[in-house]
C-alpha cells in the first residue's frame, strides 16, 4: 500500500524559489506531496496557478499567509485538512541593501519580522503537531550570507545569521522528536526581483551617508554585485531542485549550499576561522583590485566550474 502524501506548506510562493518549489513538488512522479503555497497577497497568485497547470486543485492549493502575523498563520493552518504538516519551508523573506547610514531602522526591523521572526512565528505554529506524531522536517532557505558578511548587507546577512543560528539550536532538541532541519544555503539567485532591486538602489539618495561611502556603494559594490549575478547567479529552477532532493532524503542534511561555483568565495573563511582572512581579501578586492575581483567572477563561470550542484 502506497504511502500517503506528505502535506508540504511553503511560504513565500508568489515568485522566484517558492514558485518553482511548490511547482515541481506539486509535479513529482510519485504524487509523494500534497503542497499547500502560500503567500502574502492572493492578486499575485496567477503565475503560480498557471505555471501549476494541471496539479492546481489536485496536488496543489494556494492559500493567504503573512508571516508577520499570528492571525494569518493561525487562518492558514486551520484551512489545512486536519491541521498537521509534514513538512515546513520557510521561504517567504525580504531583502536590503545599501549603506546602514542611509537605512531606517525602520527597514532593518522590517527584514527580520520577516526573514527571522517569521519563520520562527510559523516553526511554534507547527512544532506541536509534529512533536506529537514524532516526525517533520522543517526546511529553512537561509544564503550563503548566513555563513559570511558580504559588504552593504549588512542586516541581510545579519537576519540570514540570526536563522542559522536559531535552527541548528533548534536541531539538536528536535532529533529527540524524530525532526529533522535543513538550511538550504543558495549563493545569487537570478531573479526578476533581484534585478529591479539593484536598479531602485543605485538611484537611490540614502540621506545622512557621507560622500566616500556613497561612492563606493554606487561605484564598486553594484558592479560587482552585478559580476557576480551573471557570472555565479543561479536560476530559481536549479535551487529548487537541491530542496526537493533535500526534502526527499531519508535523512536530510543540517545544511546544503546549491551553487558549488560559490564554493571558493566561502572557502576564505574556513581556511581562518578567525574571519581575517576573509575580511582583508574581501577589502583588497573591493577597494584595490576591482578589476581583479572582477576577473576572478568571470573565471568562475567558466566550464571548469560547472560541476553538479547534488554529489552523485
Known amino acids: ?20 518549489l511548490a511547482v515541481q513538488l506539486a509535479h513529482d512522479p510519485r504524487q509523494r506531496y500534497q503542497v499547500v503555497a502560500t503567500m502574502r497577497d492572493l492578486g499575485k497568485k496567477g503565475t503560480l ?18 508571516v508577520c502575523s499570528d492571525e494569518s498563520v493561525a487562518q492558514c493552518l486551520s484551512c489545512i485538512q486536519g491541521g498537521e504538516v509534514d513538512v515546513l519551508v ?10 546602514l547610514e542611509g537605512l531606517s531602522l525602520a527597514a532593518m526591523q522590517n527584514v527580520f519580522d520577516t526573514n527571522f521572526f517569521g519563520a520562527v512565528r510559523l516553526v511554534k505554529a507547527v512544532l506541536p503537531g509534529m512533536k506529537r ?10 544564503s550563503v550570507m548566513g555563513l559570511q558578511g558580504v559588504v552593504f548587507n549588512e542586516v541581510y546577512a545579519a537576519s540570514k545569521f540570526a536563522m542559522e543560528g536559531f535552527f541548528e539550536s533548534l536541531a539538536v532538541q528536535l532529533l529527540q522528536f524524530n525532526i529533522f532541519i535543513s538550511l538550504v544555503e543558495p549563493g545569487p539567485v537570478v531573479t526578476e526581483f533581484e534585478g ?16 566616500d561611502t556613497l561612492s563606493y556603494f554606487r561605484d564598486l559594490y553594484l558592479p560587482a554585485s552585478r559580476e557576480l549575478f551573471h557570472n555565479v547567479g543561479q536560476s530559481p529552477q536549479d535551487v529548487a531542485k537541491v530542496i526537493v532532493k533535500v526534502i526527499g ?22 581556511m581562518d576561522p578567525s574571519g581575517s ?24 563561470a567558466c566550464s571548469c566550474f560547472r560541476t553538479p550542484v547534488w554529489p552523485r
Open 196 to 211: 529591479k532591486l539593484l536598479e531602485q538602489v543605485s538611484t537611490a539618495e540614502f540621506p545622512g551617508t557621507d560622500p
Open 1 to 20: 500500500m502506497a504511502d500517503a502524501p506528505r502535506t508540504v506548506l511553503i511560504s513565500g510562493c508568489s515568485s522566484g524559489i517558492g514558485l518553482e
Open 277 to 300: 582572512l576573509y575580511v582583508r581579501t574581501s577589502h583588497r578586492l573591493l577597494f584595490r583590485w576591482p578589476r581583479l575581483l572582477k576577473l576572478g567572477l568571470r573565471c568562475l
Open 133 to 142: 506524531r514524532r516526525q517533520g522536517h522543517i526546511v529553512v532557505v537561509s
Open 49 to 66: 496557478e498557471a505555471a501549476a497547470g494541471k496539479a492546481l486543485g489536485q496536488t496543489l492549493t494556494v492559500a493567504q499567509l503573512d
Open 90 to 99: 520557510n521561504n517567504a523573506g525580504v531583502g536590503l541593501v545599501g549603506p
Open 249 to 270: 532524503s531519508a535523512r536530510p542534511p543540517l545544511r546544503r549550499q546549491t551553487n558549488t561555483r560559490y564554493t571558493p568565495l566561502t572557502a576564505l573563511k574556513a
